[in-house]
Every structure is written in structure tokens, then in C-alpha cells.
């Protein structure tokens, strides 16, 4: 099944590189992989899909956590979780296709937001199933080109990514970094 | 005050302790060596960057402390790469610099320019490449906190040469490790905890794993007292020899692919497994299928990651092993488990009578009277530094290690050529102690390049090779599993004696069984190296043997007696 993994990385070089590399040497298929700034300054957030079982996200989870620059784990797959995905499709169109194609991206509630005389640049946010849907009834237009972000997902409620993660990490987020309590781990 | 890059380096080496550094000069780490004359620290010059490593991981492991390595850039750094990855799946603590070209040149392919940390990214615990004489302090200041906290394991340093030239101001205060996302010092937690003083002492069949995290953490004591309390019999792992007493009345032997065929089927039998700082290698589960079947689990591991990993536990208890044992202590009771010691007695049957000082002499010379007749001579009191093969399960089955850290191997990786290197670091660790290589003539010939090092660096180090003409440990898998078709096993050696005479050290080649004793005599009473040339029956065979994979209680037995395959001399 897939399993959403939400991570805080401190930004420092090579940190993509090494959360890249603990999956190939483990053997873990990333299904999709998201990194960006966060509030913080100096801390990255990513948003790693992996198609696992249980047993193989709880090591994903304890293997990321083995790396020294890895501030925060948070498998968010079980919990009440909002998750997105974005995409710009390139779609053929001419006069004559041109307001099919703009009910259908209003259905879909797209927005167009490059027009040319033969071609439209149509950009979706949702889940992935919301825009697979879109790319559907697109395809017999004829797609010139593609790109998606992957997945990115947060948490719903009050709590931040800190409070809901499970695993040693718990108290490892930036905020309170030092405290010296000691951390219980349950496995 | 304001330093150099290289002078920060040495700064920091000198204030974290350092005393001994293991290295070899080149281009890209020239300013490092020629600030290093104004420090107190030795230097070793090795004869190949791979010797660096092992000497600095014998030094970490005879010691306790971190050892250090010190490499050029490009071949200087990747001839490092095997020692790094023995040290990583060993739990070494070892910091490795290396010198890189200069920042402007990195990614341009400049002269012995290589990506070295993409290159031990996987086999180190974390490394770091600094451009900048200010990063220096900090960056060396974390590798040693991150080297020895926790799991140990190895750090590289990459450290460009602009960087050892350029200056900055040095202030050691303000360097301290800034690691928000490292947490070596998880605990238990409370629930976890009264599960497995519910399972220890109701069990009726346990048995303690014990592993190289007993070293590692110091708790050889807590762990005599739990098992004295408890009185659950103790098998340890091959990097545990000498965390609990051979002699100990509740020491089984060690466990395994090559341990003793009681001990396994101890295992197999057991309620319960408490695994205490191993990590169920599947050079002691066998098949994990089949593994310990009627055992309850409990696994006390420091690396969260380890819990679950390989088998299946009922309760993982993360944290310092030591701290762990001494927090349950009070809580374990003192529970009359003779009956299940008795049934273990009785599964060693006549195996247990290994009595090899008194087989008869038939003219063959085999390595377990060799090992045997050292742990004899040595009182079980040397530093033993082995290599990898049959050698080293000999030297574990017939050298009874009583002490902690007296047993230097490589487990994990299984790197032969790790012997020689291994016991010079040892020796500088601890210049007191009697160190020991034992080695086979294939892994000898792999580092003997160091008896050099041992020579110019004038230390006493003993070098015992078991030679037996071939890839011993290959040779018997090929006789067990490939029909005896010895593909690229003959090995054919120089003479190891007149070797060791063009080095300038004393050596003798033994032959005859009785020559043993009087042989290791002399070495013992030699002050300076010696090497013994022990060769030994050609196509012996360590028994017993799990075949890889296969369950762990379907071993195969040592026909008996040793079966002598050799032709006479």
C-alpha cells in the first residue's frame, strides 16, 4: 500500500541526496518524492510516497531517522490527512475544441491559465484520483506535455507535524532542539 | 586566536583526546601534515590507505575511543572505503579525514579528485565535506560526538584544501555540535518495560543473546549480575566473545552458523530469547523461518532501526544497554531454572568433550591445537586480533576470551586483511597488552604490506598465520556445497619466514605439533615482533556448521574423529 511519509530535513547540501540514497540501499521504491522551505529558516520539508506494508514503513521510519540531518518523521498515511497533488497539462486546442475544453476544466474546477491559438496550459490541484479523472477526458484532445508535482500532504486539525508523529523524533523538531528530557521510544 | 584550517584540525584532534593518528600524506592533505608537526600526536604512517583504517578501528575497538585515519584526496580517500564499511557494520567509532582538491576545482575532475563523501555516504554513519576554514572546529567537534554517541559507527570529514590553508578565528567553545535531528539517548518505555519483566520471569526457557552492544555500552557487569540474578544461561555472538567469562558457569559458548551445536539447539528450544545488543545476523538465525520457534522475544538495541529488522520481537526495548539492564535488575527474580541448565548439559552430550590437548599426536599439525596451545601459553590474557575465515572460527571456538575487548574481528563485513592492521592499532591503543594477529596465509597476503609500519614503528605485535594453502573457509564450501571442485582456492604463498626476515622481524615456521608450545614461548619472551608460520593441515574443516540459510539446529557435525585428508609429510 502506499504510505505517506511528511519529513523535516535541516537544509543543508546533500540532504536530498542522503534520504535518495537510504532508499535505494534499502531497497524501498519511492513513488514520489516533494521538498520545499518551510516557516523555518535553515529547514526543509518533504513529502515521500512509498509503496510498502506496515512492517516496511515502520523501517522507512526508523532508517530515516538513523540520518543525522533527518528532524522529523511523520507516517501520515492512517491519520485524517489532507493530501495534493498539482499538475499543468498542455492540451491541444483550436477554436473549434477550444469551449469543450473549458466546461470540462471548469467541472473539474482546473483553471486555464495559458491560452495560444492552438494549444491551452490547463493547471489542476487535488488528489491524485481528482486529476487522474481530468487527464482522462483530456487525453482524446490530444496532451502536448504533462508535469506533476507528487503528493504533499499535511495533517488535519490543530496539531502540527511535530505533535502527531510518532518515534524518537518527537521532541528532535527545530522549536524546543535541546531540551534535555529523555526521549521514550516504543517500538 | 586565528588559525589555519589544518591547525584548527589538529587543535581539535589534540583536545578531543586524540593521541595516535593513522594516515598517509598526498597532495590535497599537505597542509594538514605540515601543520601536524606542531601538535602532540603521533603519527603512523601506514603502507596503504586500507591499513590506516583497520589500525584506527582496532585502536577504537582495543580502546574504547574513537581512532582516527587520515588520507589524501581521491585514491588516498577511496582505498579507505573498505575499512570505513568494515568499521560501519561493526559499530566502530572511527573519524576519517580526508583532504579534497580545492573548493573552485570540485566537479571539474581535478588531478586524484574524487566525490568521496557520495562515495561513503552509505557506509558511514555521517559525513561531511567542509570548504571553509570556519567549518572546521564544528564539523570535527560533531564527528567525534556522532562517532561514539549512540550506535558508533565511522565519520569522514572531507576537508577541501583551500579550506586547511585559509584562516579563520578558532574559538572551541563556540564550536560545540549543533545536531538538532541526532538522538542517540532514547529510553524505554515504561509499559514496554513491565511486559518484559511479566515474560523474563515467567519464562521457564530462556536464554540471553549477547552481542557486541554489551562491549559497546559497558555492561558486562550489569549484564554477570542479571544473568547471575536470573540464572539464564549467556551465549554470545562472535563480537560478543568476552563480554561474560568463557569460564562462567552460565556461559554456553557462542552461538551460530559455526557455534556450538548445544547452544543452537538451545535456541530452538527456548521460551524465551533476550536479545541483548545483537542484532540477529543472519550469520546466527539461520533460516528465520524457523527460528527459535517457541521463543517470546525481547530485544534490547540502541538503533530503533535494529528492532524488528530481522526477526520478529515481542518486546523491543530501545536504549543503553547497560542503563537498560541495571533499570530491570531490581525487578528480575531469582527463579530455579537448574532443570533447563541440566537439559542443556545433557543436549552437549559428547561434543562438549573437546578435548583436543589430549588426542592423540599423529603427526598432523591441525589450527585448533595451535589456538588452543596459545590460549594455553597466553592464559586467555592476550589481545586477539583475527582475520576472516576458518582461522578466525577456530580461534573463537578453542580461545576461551574472559575479558571484554580482548577479541578484535572483523564480523559483519567479514574483511580479510583486517588482522595485521587491526593489532598495530590495537597495540597503540593498549602498548601494555600482549596483542595477537591471527591470520591465514590468503588474508596475510592482503595487508602484509604493514609489516613495514610495525617495523619503522618499532611496536611488539605477534603474528601467528594459520597456513594452510588454501582459501580455507572457501575450500570448505566448495568441499560442502560445490562438490569439491576447488575453483581458484590452492593458494601459493611465499616463504612467510624468509618474508618476515627481509622486514627485519623474527619468525619461525612450525611444522610439528610439539613445536608449538615452545615456539609461541619464544615469541612470548622476544620483546618485538615475531611471526609464526603454523602450516597447518591443508583441507581441516570447522565444524559445526549451519549452512547458510538452512535451519539453525540442521548443522553439520564434525565426523569423529578429525578426519585426516592431508597426505603425510
Not at chain 1, 484532445?141 to 508535469?147: A, N, Q, T, Y
Not at chain 1, 503528493?151 to 511535530?162: D, F, T
Not at chain 2, 582495543?62 to 585514491?75: C, H
Not at chain 2, 575465515?389 to 567479514?414: D, F, N, V
Amino acid at each position: 500500500m502506499l504510505n505517506t511519509f511528511v519529513v523535516y530535513v535541516e537544509n543543508k547540501p546533500g540532504v536530498l541526496n542522503r534520504v535518495a540514497s537510504l532508499f535505494r540501499r534499502r531497497a524501498f521504491n519511492i513513488e514520489s518524492l516533494t521538498v520545499g522551505h518551510t516557516d523555518k529558516p535553515g529547514v526543509s520539508r518533504m513529502t515521500i510516497v512509498v509503496d510498502t506494508d506496515e512492517q516496511g514503513a515502520k523501517r522507512v521510519e526508523a532508517n530515516l531517522y538513523k540520518l543525522v540531518n533527518v528532524l522529523l518523521v511523520n507516517n501520515v498515511t492512517a491519520g485524517p490527512t489532507v493530501m495534493r497533488d498539482l499538475a499543468m497539462v498542455k492540451v491541444a486546442a483550436n477554436p473549434e475544441t477550444r469551449s469543450h475544453l473549458l466546461q470540462l476544466v471548469h467541472v473539474f474546477r482546473a483553471r486555464v491559465v495559458d491560452l495560444a491559438p492552438e494549444s491551452v496550459i490547463i493547471e489542476i490541484t487535488g488528489t491524485e484520483e481528482k486529476i487522474d479523472g481530468l487527464l482522462e477526458v483530456l487525453r482524446p484532445f490530444g496532451i502536448v506535455e504533462m508535469v506533476r508535482t507528487g503528493r504533499v500532504a499535511m495533517s488535519r486539525g490543530a496539531k502540527g507535524a511535530a505533535a502527531t508523529a510518532g518515534g524518537p523524533g518527537e521532541l528532535a523538531i527545530p522549536v524546543e532542539l535541546q531540551d534535555d528530557e529523555d526521549v521514550s521510544y516504543s517500538v | 586566536m586565528t588559525k589555519t584550517g589544518s591547525e584548527i584540525i589538529w587543535e581539535c584532534l589534540v583536545r578531543q583526546g586524540v593521541k595516535h593518528v593513522f594516515g598517509y600524506p598526498g597532495g590535497a592533505i599537505l597542509p594538514a601534515y605540515d601543520a601536524m608537526t606542531r601538535y602532540p600526536i603521533h603519527h603512523i604512517l601506514v603502507r596503504h590507505e586500507q591499513g590506516a583504517t583497520h589500525m584506527a578501528d582496532g585502536y577504537a575497538r582495543a580502546s574504547g575511543g574513537v581512532g582516527v585515519a587520515i588520507a589524501t584526496s581521491g585514491p588516498g580517500a577511496t582505498n579507505m572505503v573498505t575499512g570505513i564499511a568494515t568499521a560501519m557494520m561493526d559499530s566502530s567509532p572511527i573519524v576519517c579525514i580526508t583532504g579534497q582538491v580545492g573548493s573552485k576545482l570540485i566537479g571539474y575532475d581535478a588531478f586524484q579528485e574524487t566525490d568521496i563523501t557520495g562515495v561513503t555516504l552509505p557506509i558511514t554513519k555521517h559525513n561531511y565535506l567542509v570548504t571553509h576554514a570556519d567549518e572546521v572546529a564544528r564539523t570535527v567537534r560533531e564527528a567525534f560526538y556522532i562517532a561514539a554517541s549512540g550506535r558508533p559507527g565511522p565519520v569522514l570529514i572531507d576537508i577541501t584544501k583551500d579550506a586547511q590553508q585559509s584562516s579563520c578565528e578558532f574559538d572551541w567553545e563556540a564550536a560545540a555540535p549543533q545536531l538538532p535531528g541526532y538522538r542517540p539517548d532514547l529510553s524505554p518505555n515504561p509499559e514496554d518495560y513491565d511486559q518484559a519483566f511479566a515474560l523474563i520471569n515467567s519464562a521457564q526457557r530462556p536464554v540471553i543473546l549477547a552481542g557486541h552492544g554489551v562491549i559497546i555500552s559497558g555492561a558486562m557487569h550489569a549484564l554477570r549480575n542479571f544473568a547471575e540474578k536470573s540464572g539464564i544461561p549467556v551465549t554470545p555472538t562472535l563480537l560478543g566473545l568476552g563480554c561474560f567469562p568463557a569460564s562462567h558457569p552460565l556461559n554456553l559458548g557462542m552461538m551460530g552458523m559455526h557455534g556450538e551445536a548445544w547452544v543452537n539447539k538451545a535456541i530452538q528450544e527456548a521460551d524465551l530469547l533476550l536479545a541483548f545488543g545483537m542484532r540477529f545476523d543472519d550469520r546466527v538465525t539461520g533460516n528465520t523461518k524457523t527460528y527459535a520457534p517457541t521463543a517470546k522475544k525481547i530485544h534490547v538495541e540502541i538503533d530503533p532501526a535494529e528492532i524488528n529488522k530481522n526477526i520478529k520481537v515481542d518486546v523491543g526495548l530501545v536504549g543503553d544497554l547497560r542503563q537498560v539492564l541495571e533499570h530491570m535488575l531490581p525487578d528480575i527474580e531469582s527463579v530455579d531454572r537448574s532443570e533447563w541448565r541440566q537439559h542443556i548439559d545433557e543436549l552437549k552430550g559428547d561434543s562438549a568433550v573437546r578435548d583436543i590437548q589430549n588426542l592423540p599426536d599423529d603427526g598432523h599439525l591441525y589450527a585448533a591445537h595451535v589456538i588452543n596451545d596459545l590460549w594455553r601459553e597466553t592464559h586467555g590474557g592476550a589481545v586477539v586480533v583475527t582475520d576472516v575465515g576458518q582461522h578466525q572460527m577456530w580461534e573463537a571456538q578453542y580461545y576461551h576470551h574472559e575479558q571484554p575487548r580482548s577479541l578484535i574481528t572483523s564480523g559483519g563485513l567479514g574483511t580479510m586483511g583486517f588482522a595485521v592492521p587491526a593489532a598495530i592499532g590495537a597495540k597503540f591503543a593498549r602498548p601494555d597488552a600482549e596483542v595477537w594477529a591471527v591470520v591465514g596465509d590468503g588474508g596475510f597476503q592482503m595487508t602484509m604490506a604493514e609489516l613495514a609500519t610495525i617495523v619503522q614503528e618499532k611496536i611488539d605485535v605477534k603474528i601467528a598465520i594459520i597456513n594452510n594453502g588454501y582459501l580455507g573457509m572457501v575450500r570448505q564450501w566448495q568441499e560442502f556445497f560445490y562438490d569439491r571442485r576447488y575453483a581458484a582456492t590452492p593458494l601459493l604463498s611465499p616463504d612467510f619466514v624468509k618474508l618476515a626476515d627481509a622486514f627485519g622481524i623474527r619468525a619461525h615456521g612450525v611444522k610439528k605439533r610439539g613445536d608449538v608450545l615452545p615456539t609461541i614461548r619464544d615469541a612470548r619472551e622476544h620483546r618485538g615482533p615475531v611471526l609464526i608460520d603454523f602450516q597447518v593441515e591443508q583441507e581441516d574443516t570447522v565444524y559445526p556448521m549451519v549452512p547458510a540459510g538452512a535451519d539453525l539446529h540442521n548443522m553439520i557435525r564434525r565426523p569423529n574423529p578429525i578426519v585426516e585428508t592431508a597426505q603425510d609429510v
